[in-house]
């Protein structure tokens, strides 16, 4: 690259490369007048011509040791020369050296992202932290937050006028953390919130912070917030927190990551540094709340959590209804039964599909959309979903609709304290929700040996309802009986409560990411003691497992009739399920409490 752009320097335009055949042709012509002949090249002038442009040219020398007494002959004048030294030695120092120079540069510079600011600025990351000063997006481009909105405009009037939260001694928010599957509205959730309290937003996305110099990424983290708290009040957001916040204990697995741990230790220290009234309120976003560091979620830090779900049927009304409006609709589409169509859609699938829409009828130059050329992009979107698993087809439906009253009928059945919120059939992604997150582990173990039974049994009406409904059981139940077996394990070997085994506990204190190879038990404990342990938790799983059978046989009419009704909504709420049970007991009156739901 460098020689060519020498070479391009230092010939003129007129000079022609040509090959080494044809200059012997034109030097036995006689056309040629002189050449310079150096030790890769020849250079020569061609004897003036009328109406030929060429003059000189160039050719790569080829070693020729006829060539000279050739040139004699024809009389052609003609010298050696060295190579220009002052291009030599620009060629071989001072153009690489500047070459390194910028690569060098370009390297620092990207890593301390700070491209443009000079490299000695190296921990400056204004590269990579984007601002917004005013953003578009309001709470109107999001769909189906009402349960989230009344929590989110508290946060928007604070973000309006943090003094006034201040004075009247109010404890505002520090941090919010988004948690839902991907393509739920997150991202677009936390700018909404900028763009209704019309503040900056600054946003960086956790996967940024893993650098390659151990350092930075805390540097960047304490600049970040040097930042923001110029621009106050303002809105920081970090994108998929879980590249940073990884459990510390999982780390400690997986070979310690010296750099993320010190990243989110910045992250904590500058989240416990700054007072609230300062007006910076942090946002995160994750898919994957399980594998959070807890030091996350401390009071204080991500206190506040708002949990997004892929949408329902309505939910995915409201959503094609904002989308819809970006392209030219035809008023005859049903976006009714569109929504119909979309079970397991994402609000971000759904945008794309009405976009998709709107080029397949650009493709046949349509002057709207119509619903057929939705229904094209349906199909082609389906394949695609179905392999990654979002789409459930029509059966895997029906199943999973019986799955979740299973597990609905025992829990009313046997009154357990919790609440049954809802019941859904929405195929979730890989942050369950309705799973909450992070409760201490204390709370739920204070329980008395009949209510874990009948957790137990809960969390086995998914598969009981199976082998009832279809005498199956789908793999979809296999965290069910994980969780389940863990807490009969616990009862078992922590509390003492199996018959045959009395009053011990045998637990050691395992990791919880240790499970294999040395799962952990019976390393020391004897053969005997841990198949009696074996035996005690599959009596109790088996009796759990009855009891579940039990109160789904004695109240089949329960699920008969709600079936109809999540197959057609997707979702049922207290108030649906409470409707469903108080018919199916109308005849022996009831009165009873509803009970815990667990999603699978
Ligand atoms: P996430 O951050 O949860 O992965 P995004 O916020 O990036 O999801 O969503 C991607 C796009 O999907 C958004 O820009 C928007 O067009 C669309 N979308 C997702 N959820 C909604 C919603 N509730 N209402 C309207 N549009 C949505
Ligand atoms: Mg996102
Ligand atoms: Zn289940």
New binding site residues.
């Given amino acids: 690259m460098v020689v060519f752009f020498i070479n391009y320097y230092f010939l003129q335009r007129d000079t022609e490369e040509l090959p080494y055949n044809k200059f012997l042709k034109f030097v036995d012509e006689g056309k040629v007048s002189s050449v310079v002949i150096e030790d890769s090249r020849i250079m020569g002038e061609l004897k003036p011509i009328e109406n030929n442009k060429l003059t000189r040219f160039v050719t790569v020398a080829v070693k020729d040791d006829t060539l000279t007494q050739k040139l004699y002959e024809k009389g052609v004048s003609f010298k050696g020369q060295l190579k220009n030294p002052l291009v030599s030695f620009f060629a071989s120092w001072v153009f690489p050296l500047i070459f390194f120079y910028f690569l060098w540069s370009f390297i620092i510079g990207r890593a301390g992202g700070a491209v443009g600011s000079g490299v000695l600025s190296m921990s400056k990351s204004k590269a990579k932290i984007y601002v917004e000063k005013e953003v578009k997006t309001t709470f109107k ?5 009402d349960e989230a909105s009344d929590e989110l405009q508290e946060i928007v009037r604070y973000l309006q006028d943090p003094k006034r939260y201040a004075r009247l001694g109010g404890h505002a928010p520090k941090g919010v953390l ?1 948690v ?10 936390a700018r909404a919130v900028a763009g209704e309290a019309k503040v900056p937003f600054f946003s960086i996305n956790g996967s940024e912070f893993v650098e390659m110099f151990v350092g930075l990424g805390a540097a960047r983290v304490r600049d970040m917030f040097q930042q923001a708290k110029e621009q106050v009040p303002c809105i920081v957001f970090i ?1 998929e927190i879980d590249a940073l916040g990884r459990s510390r204990a999982m780390n400690a697995i997986a070979g310690t990551n010296d750099e993320k741990e010190q990243t989110l230790n910045q992250l904590l220290a500058e989240m416990d540094g700054f007072d609230s009234s300062e007006g910076v309120i942090i946002f995160a ?1 994750t ?1 994957r709340p399980e594998i959070l560091d807890p030091a996350l979620l401390r009071a204080g830090r991500f206190d506040r959590q708002i949990a ?1 779900n892929n ?1 329902d049927h309505e ?1 995915r009304l ?2 094609l209804k ?2 819809v409006k970006k392209i030219k609709l035809d008023p005859t589409v049903d976006l009714n039964r569109i929504s119909s169509m979309t079970s397991g859609f ?3 699938d ?2 794309n599909l009405s976009n998709e829409a709107a080029l397949v009828a650009t493709r046949r130059d349509a002057l709207s959309v119509i619903e057929n050329d939705f229904l094209v992009a349906i199909e082609r979107m389906v394949a695609g979903l179905e392999q990654k698993k979002k789409v459930m087809n029509p059966l895997e439906k029906r199943k999973t609709a019986f799955h979740e009253l299973g597990h609905a009928t025992v829990a009313l059945a046997l009154e357990v304290p919790d609440k049954v919120h809802k019941v859904t059939i929405i195929p979730r992604g890989m942050g369950a929700l309705g799973y909450t997150m992070q409760r201490p582990e204390e709370d739920r173990y204070l329980l008395e040996e009949s209510e874990l039974i009948a957790k137990i049994a809960v969390l086995l009406g998914g598969r009981a309802a199976e082998k009832i409904f279809f005498n199956s059981t789908s793999t979809g139940a296999s965290n069910d009986l994980a969780k389940a077996t863990d807490i009969a394990r616990a009862m078992v070997m922590q509390f003492g409560m199996g018959t045959s085994l009395g009053m011990a506990s045998y637990d050691q204190k395992r990791s919880r990411y240790l499970s294999t190879p040395f799962d952990g038990y019976s390393s020391e404990m004897s053969e005997e003691t841990s198949r009696e342990v074996e035996l005690e938790i599959k009596k109790i799983l088996n009796s759990g497992f009855e009891t579940a059978i039990k109160s789904i046989r004695e109240n089949k009419k329960f699920i008969d009739l709600a079936v109809i009704e999540l197959l057609k909504k997707e979702t049922l709420d207290e108030k649906e399920i409470q409707s469903f049970w108080g018919i199916r007991t109308q005849s022996n009156g009831s009165g009873l409490t509803v009970g815990t739901i667990v999603a699978h």
């Fill in positions: 481009d999001v769909a189906g937050i988004l839902g599957p991907p393509g739920t509205g997150k991202t677009l959730l994108d976003a898919n997004l949408p939910g409201q959503i904002v989308h994402s609000g971000a759904l945008a």
